[in-house]
């Protein structure tokens, strides 16, 4: 899906030709004056981008959208397209908030590694260990599970176990004590199966080390920190806020609009959090790197680091045609897909779709919310991808021209630890 040639020969002409003379006047200023040179390849590509999703929304009849798109730390596209709500007809704007699905489960996974820098939490320590009554059907499984098996989904679970006691609106007091009936498929560490109740055992384990609730953990460690001012992963979070999108459907041929649910409020790590599309680029920039002192690079790492294989002709991934290998690390999928590591999410959830991609080597991310059930949220990012690769050349041999680089701070913000949690 190539930029059109019209677009490539006239904006990075034009831009470029704009670019070197500043380039000139740059060095001959830039002790007084430094500048920044905007890539004028990726802002076609974000141009086109525009064009590409608007037609898609029209075209697959999605009532409402947000997408936005980072590059080297910096928000390069962010837009809300259609309504909100079918009976206001309000737009959907860069502040309008959606649930996030199973997107979630990547935000859970980076607040546990944040927690894991500040020595609050440890990967390869044992579930039983922070939650002693904890039970699996197995001994040595139970003995053996750590929270690196919860967030990568090779916990030896069936899938999608006790999804039904989720969806039923139980709750995860409730819920996690019947672990210990399933059987299991394999050893802790071992195989891959998706899970929604299994991975939210994470939220007591944060609340019995810290002596907060895994909502407050996330405002104070991420949500503020990130300035994901308009997030929360509560019902009552999304309800109480004056600037929601509403889930829509079809109902013979006429557009609908649904209720919000408590489904999956019950299980926030996996499928819980509401977030803005503003909120979701600042957390893309957090982590493609760009905020150490928020998090850390080491556990961006960590948690881009693939833990397992999973199946690259899974139906969620059919219509991806580069795809190479898929994997899945901690709380991320990680993909081959053509010469791109792609880290990747994707979440459905009472009638919201949404998709997220980093490209970690390229400093590139894109994110997609929905208020309607269809596949815009993934094929668009295939899409985006698709369209960045043809074009990476252009991309990047404009970057290798010299220019004078922004002044880097001289100081770095401390991200403050919280206190010991009580032994």
């Known amino acids: ?16 030709f704009i670019a070197l003379s500043d380039i000139k006047q740059a060095r001959e200023t830039a002790l007084s004056t430094p500048t920044v040179q905007v890539n004028p390849f990726v802002k076609a590509l ?13 075209s697959k009849r999605i009532p ?42 990547s935000i859970s996974a980076a607040l546990t590694g944040i927690l894991v820098e500040d020595s609050l939490l440890n990967w390869d320590r044992t579930v039983k260990s922070y939650l002693p009554d904890f039970r699996l059907k197995s001994q040595n499984s139970t003995d053996n599970l750590k929270i690196r098996h919860l967030l990568s989904h090779t916990t030896g679970l069936i899938r999608h176990s006790y999804t039904n006691y989720i969806e039923d609106g139980k709750s995860l007091e409730e819920m996690i004590p019947e672990l210990s009936k399933v059987n299991l498929i394999g050893p802790a560490g071992s195989v891959y199966s998706y899970q929604n109740l299994a991975y939210s055992v994470i939220d007591p384990i944060i609340e019995s080390s810290l002596g907060t609730d895994f909502e407050q953990t996330l405002v104070e ?4 920190p990130m300035n994901m001012k308009n997030s929360s992963a509560s019902y009552e979070g999304i309800i109480n ?12 041929g006429r557009l609908k609009k649904a209720r919000i649910t408590k489904k999956y409020y019950n299980a926030a790590p996996a499928g819980g959090v509401n977030a803005s599309i503003w909120d ?22 960590a948690l881009f680091t693939p833990q397992v294989d999973t199946y690259i002709k899974y139906q969620y991934f059919g219509g991806w045609p580069k795809m190479k290998k898929s994997y899945y690390g901690l709380g991320f999928r990680i993909l081959d897909y053509g010469n791109q590591k792609v880290v990747y999410h994707g979440g459905y959830v009472n009638g919201y779709k949404s998709g997220m991609a980093i490209l970690p080597e390229e400093n590139l991310g894109i994110c997609i919310l929905t208020n309607y059930s269809g596949n815009l949220a993934n094929r668009g990012i295939r899409d985006f991808i698709d369209m960045y690769i043809e074009n990476e050349q252009h991309i990047k041999d404009y970057e290798n021209i010299p220019v004078v680089k922004n002044i880097k701070p001289s100081f770095m913000q401390e991200r403050p630890l919280h206190s010991v949690p009580p032994q």
């Not at 899906?1 to 470029?16: A, E, G, Q």
């Not at 974000?46 to 029209?58: C, G, N, V």
């Not at 409402?64 to 909100?84: L, P, Q, S, T, W």
């Open 241 to 252: 806020n004056p600037d929601i999108a509403y889930p829509h459907y079809y109902y013979k």
């Open 221 to 224: 460690k991420m949500f503020r």
């Open 64 to 105: 409402g959208a947000a997408v936005c798109i980072i590059k080297d730390g910096k928000i390069v596209h962010i837009k809300g397209y259609g309504i909100k709500d079918i009976s206001s007809k309000d737009s959907v704007g860069i502040h309008t908030v959606f649930r996030l699905g199973s997107v979630s489960k």
């Open 1 to 16: 899906m190539r930029l059109k040639r019209k677009h490539i020969v006239f904006l990075s002409l034009t831009f470029l």
């Open 280 to 301: 979701m680029a600042n957390f893309m920039i957090a982590m493609t790197g760009n905020q150490p002192w928020i998090i850390d690079p080491g556990t961006i790492d």
């Open 46 to 58: 974000a141009l086109e981008y525009d064009a590409y999703f608007r037609d898609k929304m029209s």
